[in-house]
C-alpha cells in the first residue's frame, strides 16, 4: 500500500512541476533528498548499531535477566496471564528499556521475539489474547525518558539543543501510555462481558 502511495506523490509532483514550469527544481529536489536520506541513514547507523550491540552485551551477561526481575512487579500488574517461563518476560523487559532509551529500532528485534512467545502461550494463535494487545499498546505509546533517535534527527538537521524538546516527550509519552493501557483495559472488560454473553446463548 505505501509503495502506492509514494507513487502517486511522486507522479503528482511531476505533473505539478511540469503544469507549473519548475521540473528543474522538482529533479534537484529529487536528486538532493536521495543524497540527504543517505548522508541520515548513515549518521543513524552509528547510534543504531552501538545501542543494539549494548542490548546484546546486556543479554549474554545476564542482565536482562536482573531487568526482568525488576520489571516483574510492573509487568504482572499489566500482563496478569503472563507465561511463567521467563522468556517472555525478558523480552518485553528488553524492549521496554530499549524504548526507555528512545532506540525504537533497537527495540523492535525484542518486541518480535516478545510477540513470538505470547502468541505461542496463546490458545488460539488465530485470536490477539489481552496481553497481546496491551504488549503493542505499551511499545507503541512508550514511555521515552532519553528521546535518542530524535534528538540525532534534530542535531542531523542543525539543532543546537537537540535534547531540549525532553520535558515535552516526557509529558505526552506519559499521557499517550496511560490513555492507551485505560483504552485496553475498558474495551478488553467490554470484549469479555460480550464473549461471556455469547457463550451463554450458546450454552442456554
Known amino acids: 500500500m505505501m509503495n502506492y502511495i509514494w507513487a502517486g506523490i511522486m507522479l503528482v509532483s511531476i505533473v505539478c512541476a511540469m503544469a507549473t514550469g519548475r521540473v528543474n527544481e522538482v529533479?534537484?529536489?529529487?536528486?538532493?533528498?536521495?543524497?540527504?536520506?543517505?548522508?541520515?541513514?548513515?549518521?543513524?547507523?552509528g547510534a543504531m548499531c552501538l545501542w543494539s550491540g549494548l542490548m546484546r552485551i546486556a543479554d549474554q551477561s545476564g542482565l536482562t535477566g536482573k531487568l526482568a526481575k525488576s520489571f516483574s512487579p510492573i509487568l504482572r500488574i499489566l500482563f496478569p496471564n503472563l507465561p511463567s517461563d521467563g522468556e517472555t518476560a525478558k523480552a518485553i523487559s528488553m524492549n521496554v528499556s530499549a524504548n526507555l532509551l528512545g532506540m525504537g529500532n533497537a527495540a523492535t528485534p525484542?518486541?518480535?521475539?516478545?510477540?513470538?512467545?505470547?502468541?505461542?502461550?496463546?490458545?488460539?494463535?488465530?485470536?490477539?489474547?489481552?496481553?497481546?494487545?496491551?504488549?503493542?499498546?505499551?511499545?507503541?505509546?512508550?514511555?521515552?525518558?532519553?528521546?535518542?533517535?530524535?534528538a540525532m534527527?534534530?542535531?542531523?538537521?542543525?539543532?543546537?539543543?537537540?535534547?531540549?524538546?525532553?520535558?515535552?516527550?516526557?509529558?505526552?509519552?506519559?499521557?499517550?501510555?496511560?490513555?492507551?493501557?485505560?483504552?485496553?483495559?475498558?474495551l478488553g472488560g467490554f470484549s469479555n462481558v460480550n464473549v461471556r454473553l455469547s457463550q451463554r446463548r450458546r450454552t442456554g
Do not use: C, Y
Not at 27 to 45: K, Y
Open 110 to 150: 525484542f518486541g518480535i521475539a516478545a510477540m513470538k512467545e505470547l502468541a505461542r502461550s496463546a490458545g488460539d494463535p488465530e485470536t490477539a489474547t489481552d496481553e497481546m494487545i496491551t504488549f503493542v499498546v505499551i511499545n507503541t505509546a512508550s514511555i521515552q525518558l532519553i528521546p535518542t533517535t530524535v
Open 153 to 186: 534527527l534534530r542535531s542531523a538537521a542543525g539543532s543546537a539543543t537537540p535534547f531540549d524538546l525532553m520535558p515535552a516527550i516526557w509529558i505526552t509519552s506519559v499521557s499517550a501510555l496511560i490513555v492507551g493501557i485505560l483504552m485496553t483495559r475498558i
Open 27 to 45: 529533479s534537484t529536489a529529487m536528486l538532493s533528498g536521495a543524497g540527504d536520506a543517505v548522508t541520515l541513514v548513515i549518521a543513524l547507523t
